[in-house]
């Protein structure tokens, strides 16, 4: 079945005007987090950057270095699905920028594919020593009543906990908070009823993304999954 894409990304990253940078590069981070494409790969003019097709739930690179070093300047990036071309689109990557490009499904339909394109702030004040995070909803029709982060001496409340849309604001989705260093456990409330996953050490200056994805009820490859991703600092 064809599928029909929806992608959306800050106006600064689609200028077709801009040339290619030589020897400069961009860092990109992919992340599947669709319900029914079980093999997600990269291509950036027309090479393959992905070592291998993720599986629903999976990020680019490594768990230490997710994020796939490409040239910088307007390229040409593919995603697939096997022989299935999902998107063919030229973007603008900016010299030394990082980018987490979000693969999601907005509806439970075989064809709702959407991509978001989020510039990824991976600096600190001054001054500050305090881990950053987000918490991204990309499970659809997930009623979600809240998300806290619990570790012994404190309890963290999630303010953004609903589905992030067909046509989210890049802008608002890419931006990271600060809490207080330490080890936390993720529940996701619903209906009353917490999940627990695993805990996430945040010790100073780490940034993370954690990526809710998967469909109520499911118990296979497209079951609800917290994705934890640890954007390194550079």
């Known amino acids: 079945m064809q599928r029909v894409l929806v992608i959306v990304i800050l106006c600064a990253c689609i200028v077709a005007s801009c040339k290619k940078a030589p020897g400069v590069t961009t860092r990109m981070l ?3 987090a669709t319900l029914t494409i079980d093999s997600l790969s990269m291509l950036w003019n027309g090479t393959t950057v992905t070592s291998s097709a993720l599986a629903q739930g999976k990020t680019s690179g490594t768990v230490s270095e997710p994020y796939l070093t ?3 300047g307007t390229n040409n ?3 697939k699905s096997g022989s299935t071309t999902l998107l063919d689109k030229n973007v603008y990557g900016g010299v030394n920028t990082s980018y987490t490009l979000l693969a ?3 509806t439970t339909s075989a064809s ?3 991509v978001i394109l989020l510039t990824d702030d991976l600096s600190f004040a001054t001054d500050s020593v305090s881990p950053k995070y987000r918490f991204i909803n990309c499970s659809y029709g997930t009623a979600i009543d809240s998300v806290k982060l619990r570790n012994a001496a404190d309890t963290v409340s ?3 906990i609903t589905f992030i849309g067909p046509s989210p604001t890049a802008s608002t989705v890419q931006v990271f908070t600060t809490l207080t260093a330490g080890t936390y456990q993720p529940l996701v409330f619903s209906g009353g009823v917490a999940k627990a996953y695993d805990s996430v050490a945040l010790s100073a200056q780490k940034i993370c993304s954690l990526i809710y994805s998967g469909k109520p009820g499911s118990t296979g490859a497209d079951s ?3 994705a934890v991703i640890f954007h390194p600092v550079k």
Do not use: C, E, F
Request: proline share 5%; no cysteine.
């Open 70 to 72: 490409i040239p910088a």
């Open 30 to 32: 992919l992340h599947n």
């Open 77 to 79: 990036i593919i995603l």
């Open 224 to 226: 609800l999954k917290l």
């Open 112 to 114: 709702s594919l959407n």
């Open 158 to 160: 999630v303010s953004t």
């Open 104 to 106: 999601y499904d907005s």
